[in-house]
């Protein structure tokens, strides 16, 4: 078995709305069905015995390798604790060769698993060894280095559950919510509207503590010390036990409690000293360890910290206490799971003799044993949830501490005896505040019960009703993508909003193009939505990008799919037939959102049958309104487009809406019909989206086909008298279409220029050619530098064979090169002649056509003498 063409398919794609790897798996002939491989089963199961069933349900023959590949693949995920249970293979049109997909959630950990089940088969294969376990625990190693920390990923889920999107920007904790204008940001538990400064203040402990002091908030005495000398002159005047930790410290790094001694402060020091050149010495204020939690003016959760410690039992050591703790499948190495492994090092050590202690030691039955002399989750400490004991003013005094120094999120460390009681009262006080607090001990305490704080985060960025989207359009289909993309755009920003669009001519913002280039798959269109100033989106969706990475978005507001028809790349990528182009197509109609609407063609039958796999509502445009399927839908009470006589009319029970041919500049007064199922599309989508319909028609009459609105769709250029258009079609459908709006255009003779895409199937080339010969009286074929993959003069061959019987082309030329073979036919023009030319270059083309039409015109320009 080989493995080939590994894919990460990162948004709703062709075999799941779930991010899933997809590769091509070739198989040997006794590879395609294991029970053609003796003993093969019963090894791959002693290696690894939680593989799952091998078999279909309902299927009593084998699978094929292939099919062993994706289940170990989802398996080996499953195991190593990822949330992971979507797996297949599938066998393509070619013999022996399969697609394979399985879910990841960690595009990494999703690529490494599949390079560990190749492994696994290989080893059963080959009867060679397999180490489970090492496998396991590294996938589990990667998985915690790249997936999000606790805190990130509450806040992460709280935004899901609302139905709000998010993108990870790093590996780190920096996520964008929201698409466009309406997008938000956190990194970790900080939110993008909480200043630099803030953040700052709450670093610099003494500051903090400055001006908490100033607002009447209660906080221990002390100060910075220079050097140690000066930390005994500081230690002495406060006179008893003191704090001593580093000025911009965080996480309990270099903190130090109770010190009573010289010695122990002498250790203290330089524990600190470690971490930072700025101390601070303050007054130990006796009681526990609290951590209030303050989100957008709230208290929204608070915690009792304890130190790491163990209880002794009488019969074990220390070191066995804290190996039988660290076993609690809750504690794991930094932030990536709820409670931290407690570690026996110096700063262990130094408590423990403390104590009276050493590692190996044997605690007295019911001894409580410190650790750690702060409480710190990231150092082993507990949580235990008192969410519902806070006495109103303490949460009044968090609260004010958090407004003071201006974080939106804060925890603020408060140190009483009882949390139920003022701190006055009890000669407690709030000792630190904290940007991005950590979150576990609150999501997942020790004890207790949780707390909905990514909620409550969630519920800060956004306000109720508010899912941080914007609208976004995508079109898909054949032919017409492009026009109807661009004149949708158009309407839109007609309303004043900032448009972001995506097309194979560029990435555009706002009418200002920010990437040339064929553009049109996911990752432009998540550039788009990572736009802050984009109001709303329309994204064309090709079916390249569809098969290469997915959809660029979890959902649209609009679907718009234009059309379905051969030669839009058939025989590429295993898409065989249209009916299997469809289904790839019909990825767009499945990620409406509930609230959405489809836009479908009901004039034809494949595109139409999407609207059983719709989540939301379907508009139907054709021409022709008594099609039985548009009859019906508008009897049912839905939206129909369609033309009556003069005018496109947007239906829906007895109410209509009529827009003039006259009004709509692409159809020249209704004469273009493709241009006119373009315009159709449109409205629908402009519909779907609540456009004002005044609004709506001056976009329809502002819009019109020219070279600079629409590059290479049907532009039309007046030279010499005669009548040139350059357009970009480039399958049969499409020149179909272009032949029966340049027959109904009159002309005295009609010519034609064209090439052939060297990746289309033979069959498609020469039916451009067939349907050409018989609607113009010269041809001039042209072949181009790129022939993609085409022997030289393959392609030009194809065409001819496709004029063999034309009925009406008399002359034909052949020309090496785009440009000499467009002045080949521009130089034969004569006045009431009309020339297509089906252009390749397009940027270029069109420019080398304007060029020429521009000294043609200056040529016919008299001289004044």
Not at 38 to 64: K, M, N, Q, V, W
Not at 243 to 259: A, E, L, W
Not at 564 to 575: E, K, R, T
Not at 654 to 675: K, N, V, Y
Request: negative net charge; proline residues 4%; glycine residues 10%.
């Amino acid at each position: 078995m080989k493995i080939s063409r590994i894919r990460a398919l990162r948004g709703p794609n062709l075999w799941s709305r779930r991010t899933a790897i997809e590769a091509i798996a070739t198989c040997e002939q006794a590879e395609r069905c294991i029970d053609d491989l003796p003993g093969f089963e019963t090894r791959l199961r002693a290696r690894f015995p939680g593989i799952g069933p091998l078999h279909p349900l309902g299927h009593r023959e084998a699978d094929s390798l292939a099919h062993v590949l994706a289940t170990a693949a989802l398996a080996l995920q499953a195991q190593a604790g990822c949330p992971v249970s979507f797996a297949l293979a599938t066998p393509t049109t070619e013999s022996g060769v399969y697609q394979v997909v399985f879910e990841y959630t960690e595009e990494a950990v999703g690529r490494f698993a599949l390079e560990l089940a190749e492994a696994l088969c290989r080893a059963a294969l080959d009867d060679t060894g397999f180490d489970l376990a090492d496998a396991l625990a590294r996938l589990r190693e990667l998985d915690e280095d790249i997936r999000m920390g606790p805190s990130t990923s509450s806040i992460v889920q709280a935004a899901v559950a609302r139905g709000i999107p998010y993108r990870r920007l790093t590996e780190g904790s920096l996520v964008q919510f929201g698409w466009g204008c309406r997008q938000r940001r956190i990194q970790a538990a900080e939110i993008d509207a909480t200043s630099a400064i803030a953040e700052q203040i709450a670093q610099d402990k003494e500051l903090s503590k400055q001006l908490l002091r100033a607002a009447g908030v209660p906080v221990p005495i002390g100060r910075a010390v220079n050097d140690l000398d000066d930390a005994l002159a500081a230690f002495e005047a406060l006179g008893g036990a003191v704090v001593v930790k580093p000025r911009d410290g965080n996480q309990g790094k270099g903190v130090s409690v109770n010190v009573e001694t010289r010695e122990h402060l002498e250790a203290a020091w330089a524990a600190a000293a470690e971490i930072s050149s700025d101390i601070l010495i303050e007054r130990f204020i006796p009681g526990h360890d609290f951590r209030a939690l303050v989100v957008g003016g709230r208290l929204v959760a608070a915690a009792r910290r304890d130190p790491a410690h163990v209880i002794g039992d009488g019969l074990h050591t220390v070191r066995e206490l804290v190996d039988e703790v660290n076993l609690d499948p809750r504690r794991g190495e930094g932030h990536a799971t709820p409670l931290t492994r407690i570690r026996l090092d110096e700063l262990a050590a130094t408590q423990l003799a403390k104590q009276g202690y050493t590692a190996e030691s044997i605690p007295p039955r019911g001894a409580r044993v410190l650790l750690r002399h702060n409480a710190n989750l990231s150092t082993g400490g507990t949580a235990t949830d008192v969410t519902d004991d806070v006495h109103p003013e303490i949460a009044a005094r968090a609260i004010e501490a958090a407004q003071t120094v201006g974080l939106d999120i804060c925890g603020v460390d408060v140190v009483c005896e009882n949390i139920g009681r003022p701190l006055e009262e009890q000669g407690g006080g709030i000792v630190e505040v904290n940007a991005a607090p950590g979150l576990r001990m609150h999501i997942a305490p020790s004890y207790g019960k949780g707390r909905p704080v990514g909620e409550a985060i969630i519920d800060t960025l956004f306000a109720e009703g508010n899912d941080g989207r914007i609208p976004v359009v995508a079109v898909t289909g054949t032919n017409g993508k492009t026009t109807t993309v661009r004149l949708i755009a158009h309407l839109i920003a007609g309303t004043g909003l900032r448009v972001g669009m995506t097309n194979t001519d560029g990435v555009f913002v706002n009418g200002d193009c920010i990437d040339t280039g064929d553009c049109s798959g996911p990752r432009s269109a998540r550039n788009v939505l990572l736009h802050p100033h984009v109001d709303a989106a329309v994204f064309e969706t090709a079916r390249g990008g569809l098969l290469r990475e997915g959809l660029g978005f979890d959902r649209c507001k609009v679907a718009v799919v234009t059309n379905i028809g051969v030669g839009d790349h058939l025989g590429l990528n295993f898409i065989t037939s249209v009916e299997d182009l469809a289904v790839l197509k019909r990825v767009v109609v499945q990620n409406v959102a509930p609230d959405g609407v489809a836009v479908l063609n009901a004039a034809d039958p494949i595109v139409a049958a999407m609207a059983a796999s719709c989540p939301g509502s379907v508009t139907f445009f054709a021409a022709d309104a008594t099609l039985p399927l548009m009859a019906t839908h508008r009897a049912q009470g839905h939206r129909v487009v369609y033309v009556d006589r003069d005018a496109i009319v947007a239906a829906q029970g007895d109410s209509e809406r009529r827009i003039a041919f006259r009004d709509i500049a692409i159809s020249r007064a209704g004469t273009i019909a493709f241009q006119v199922e373009n315009a159709m599309a449109a409205v629908g989508a402009a519909w779907a989206l609540g456009l004002d319909w005044h609004a709506i028609r001056a976009g329809m009459r502002s819009f019109v086909s020219d070279a600079q609105t629409v590059p290479g769709r049907f532009n039309v250029f007046d030279h010499r008298g005669a009548t040139v258009i350059a357009d970009y079609g480039h399958n049969p459908d499409a020149i179909a279409a272009l032949t029966r709006a340049i027959e109904a255009m009159p002309a005295r003779r009609r010519s034609v220029v064209i090439s052939g895409a060297g990746d289309r199937r033979d069959e498609d080339i020469r039916r451009q050619t067939e349907i050409l010969g018989q609607a113009f009286d010269e041809v001039v074929l042209y072949e181009d530098q790129c022939q993609r993959g085409r022997g030289d003069g393959e392609v030009l061959a194809l065409l001819r064979q496709g004029l063999a019987g034309a009925r009406r082309a008399r002359a034909v030329h052949e020309i090496r090169g785009e440009f000499v073979a467009i002045d080949t036919a521009l130089a034969r023009l004569e006045p009431g002649d009309l020339c297509l030319i089906l252009i390749d270059q397009v940027d270029e083309a069109l420019a080398h056509i304007a060029s020429r039409v521009a000294l043609a015109r200056a040529a016919a320009v008299p001289v004044v003498a």
